[in-house]
């Protein structure tokens, strides 16, 4: 089937306001069902969580479907989901839950390709442990994180591996599988971070070899908040600092404070207008969510693929990375001009795109561009358009002229 794209652009009221936003991977636009749920639950009659009244039942019932949704989206089980503000706190939770059974000697695996959100929990957990840190580069040229070296990386004394599934910065998606198979044949524990991959294809927690999937929902048209998954027997044997009086059961014992009931019923209405992106898909939410999501995939990597042609052919363009396997995003600088500049050029014509490191500090900082600006990031996302991928590179040539950069 073609992607529905004006049916898809239909279901995001910021649209209509006219900008046009490759900022996904910073955050996309949020589905009008999600609006709608969010202002539903904050509407209605809705007590803390009790079995007592019909109000308090409300926010058990927002609870239970938010959870049963993400583990729709990523193949795992609705008491494996433990929901939290955002992706970054939820990893220090895990960090310091899991860091503070490491003793001196043993060794983390971290990689210079992930968001900071996945690297510094890790690193510092280790550090406060006194256990080692040990680094997966990335290639230079190609942005790939090759495979072989984790052999070398994971020894008797891993105990956890922690990898991204698609990197903010430019897209690639590495051989997490292969990765996790190498940590698994020393027991160590594999932390996928999902923040980037999961907005822009199907999920499968199995199949990724993950022990932990972490996800944000608003990269994935949903309400600012995040979830990390796990088999529910991987929770039930780590004990997180918590309050005496808060549930001790899996997954709320990992769960901070009340949490956010509309925000939570948002979370359930994005991941029912991603089973919604194809509309001739039929089956349950998991088997709609697959194809959904697979017809988005493809529109975004048409668009991907029309995009890198685009900037490949400016001279005074340079693109990072050329990983075989990537999310559809993209990290560039234009010729003797700083990324900001250019950020405000684009941003000044009504084109979002992000600047700087995005996070990605280890990332730039092996590049040696984080001290000059880091780069320009065009990220798609399902609502995106060919003609907004025409209008980006004809904006650009526009910004090249003025400057008088192109190297004509
Ligand atoms: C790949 C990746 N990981 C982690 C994060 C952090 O997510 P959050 O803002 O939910 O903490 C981001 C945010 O941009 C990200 O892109």
């Known amino acids: 089937m073609a992607f529905d794209i004006a049916r898809t652009r239909a279901a995001y009221p910021a649209l209509t306001e006219g900008f046009v936003h490759f900022d996904g991977a910073g955050g996309t636009q949020t589905a009008a069902g999600v609006i709608d749920a969010v202002t539903d639950v904050m509407r209605a009659a809705v007590g803390n969580r009790s079995a007592a009244f019909a109000p308090g039942r409300r926010s058990l019932e927002v609870v239970a479907a938010a959870r049963q949704a993400v583990a729709d989206l990523l193949g795992a089980e609705p008491d494996g989901v433990v929901l939290g503000p955002s992706a970054t706190a939820l990893t220090y939770t895990l960090a310091r839950t899991l860091g503070a059974g490491w003793r001196p000697g043993d060794e983390v695996v971290v990689s210079r390709l992930d968001h900071d959100a996945n690297v510094r929990p890790w690193v510092q957990a280790a550090e406060a442990a006194g256990a080692t840190v040990r680094w997966a580069e990335f290639d230079r040229h190609t942005g790939e994180l090759p495979t072989g070296q984790y052999t070398d990386l994971v020894g008797e004394r891993t105990r956890l591996v922690a990898v991204t599934a698609g990197s903010n910065a430019i897209g690639t998606v590495p051989d997490v599988p292969a990765i996790a198979k190498i940590a ?14 999961v907005p822009h294809g199907p999920t499968d927690l199995a199949s ?8 944000s929902a608003y990269k994935w048209s949903g309400p600012h908040l995040a979830a990390m998954v796990a088999d529910p027997a991987r ?6 600092a918590k309050l005496v009086p808060s549930s001790d059961a899996v997954p709320d014992r990992f769960e901070y404070g009340t949490p956010s009931f509309a925000l939570l ?10 089973a919604g992106l194809d509309p001739d898909a039929a089956g349950d939410r998991r088997a709609r969510l697959r194809a959904g999501l697979a017809a988005a995939q493809a529109h975004e990597e048409a668009l991907l693929d029309r995009l890198l042609a685009g900037l490949a052919a400016r001279p005074a363009i340079t693109v990072y990375g050329s990983p075989a396997r990537r999310c559809p995003t993209v990290s560039f600088r234009v010729a003797g001009m700083s990324p900001t500049a250019t950020q405000q050029a684009l941003g000044d014509a009504g084109f979002c795109l992000s600047s700087g490191d ?36 004809a904006e650009l040539d526009a910004v090249v002229d003025r400057t008088g950069t192109m190297a004509r």
Do not use: K
């Open 235 to 240: 929770w039930a044997a780590l004990r997180p």
């Open 184 to 197: 698994h044949s020393v027991g160590a524990l594999v932390c996928v971070d999902g923040v980037h991959s």
């Open 358 to 393: 995005y996070y990605a500090y280890e990332y730039f900082q092996t590049m040696g561009l984080r001290d000059s600006g880091g780069a320009v990031r065009a990220s798609i996302y399902h609502y995106n358009t060919a003609d907004e991928v025409d209008r980006l590179l």
């Open 265 to 274: 019923a948002g979370v359930t209405a994005a991941v029912d207008h991603l």
């Open 208 to 215: 990724l070899g993950a022990d932990v999937l972490v996800t």
